[in-house]
């Protein structure tokens, strides 16, 4: 609050904070008798809340990079030292410019399912499958793509099991969005329903507060 009071950001537009600050300040707005009294006594306007502020386009991530940006140098000019607080992978926007790392291989054994991630290389994509299988490609917001194998017949949920696991271990599971042309995939999904082609991209962003 006194981030936002400093350059007077009462239409939440300019500071994101970090989740878990965030959240503390959701249970302070639902006090509103309280919290009205609150805004006026320290910058004599109302802080209001943004709930379109965790939209998950391209457009609204690349913006949440920039008022990260803002906040990080806000914090330090108010109270004279870096902030350490932890915004996941929020500050890394979309991009398409970002040069994936060489891939790793790996298993994540699920039961008899297993989901393996390619080297990303034609000799690797070229390898031959089982009948019943499927290369899936996962893209994340940072602009790193991964390769996995599964079954057409096996739930996705394994899929998002394995990345959380590999590429976002410090992430709540479900604070993560795995998109297809947009759309959201439910974990009981399989790619058989989904009908993907072989190599098909999945999208995955991490869902950051709204104000």
Same mark, same amino acid.
């Given at each position: #609050?006194?981030?936002?009071?400093?350059?007077?950001?009462?239409?939440?537009?300019?500071?994101?904070?970090?989740?878990?600050?965030?959240?503390?300040?959701?249970?302070?707005?639902?006090?509103?008798?309280?919290?009205?009294?609150?805004?006026?006594?320290?910058?004599?306007?109302?802080?209001?809340?943004?709930?379109?502020?965790?939209? #998950?386009?391209?457009?609204?991530?690349?913006?949440?990079?920039?008022? %990260?940006?803002?906040?990080?140098?806000?914090?330090?000019?108010?109270?004279?030292?870096?902030?350490?607080?932890?915004?996941?992978?929020?500050?890394?926007?979309?991009?398409?410019?970002?040069? &994936?790392?060489?891939?790793?291989?790996?298993?994540?054994?699920?039961?008899?399912?297993?989901?393996?991630?390619?080297?990303?290389?034609?000799?690797?994509?070229?390898?031959?499958?089982?009948?019943?299988? %499927?290369?899936?490609?996962?893209?994340?917001?940072?602009?790193?793509?991964?390769?996995?194998? #599964?079954?057409?017949?096996?739930?996705?949920?394994?899929?998002?099991?394995?990345?959380?696991?590999?590429?976002? &271990?410090?992430?709540?599971?479900?604070?993560?969005?795995?998109?297809?042309?947009?759309?959201?995939?439910? &974990?009981?999904?399989?790619?058989?329903?989904?009908?993907?082609?072989?190599?098909?991209?999945?999208?995955?962003?991490?869902?950051?507060?709204?104000?």
């Amino acid at each position: #609050m006194s981030l936002k009071a400093k350059i007077r950001d009462f239409d939440a537009e300019l500071l994101l904070l970090p989740f878990v600050i965030d959240e503390t300040w959701h249970r302070h707005i639902l006090y509103t008798k309280n919290y009205t009294q609150y805004c006026f006594e320290l910058c004599g306007a109302y802080v209001h809340h943004d709930p379109d502020g965790a939209t #998950m386009d391209r457009e609204s991530v690349e913006k949440r990079s920039v008022r %990260i940006a803002k906040t990080v140098s806000v914090d330090e000019d108010v109270f004279g030292e870096s902030c350490n607080w932890d915004y996941g992978d929020a500050t890394l926007t979309t991009t398409s410019s970002v040069t &994936p790392p060489p891939h790793t291989q790996i298993e994540a054994e699920q039961g008899d399912v297993e989901v393996k991630e390619g080297e990303g290389d034609e000799k690797k994509k070229k390898k031959k499958k089982k009948g019943d299988e %499927i290369t899936i490609r996962t893209k994340y917001q940072t602009g790193i793509e991964t390769f996995w194998t #599964m079954k057409k017949t096996s739930k996705i949920e394994i899929l998002f099991i394995a990345f959380v696991k590999k590429r976002c &271990p410090t992430i709540y599971f479900n604070l993560l969005h795995f998109c297809l042309e947009g759309e959201r995939i439910g &974990p009981d999904e399989t790619p058989l329903v989904l009908e993907l082609e072989d190599q098909e991209e999945i999208n995955v962003l991490s869902e950051q507060g709204g104000c």
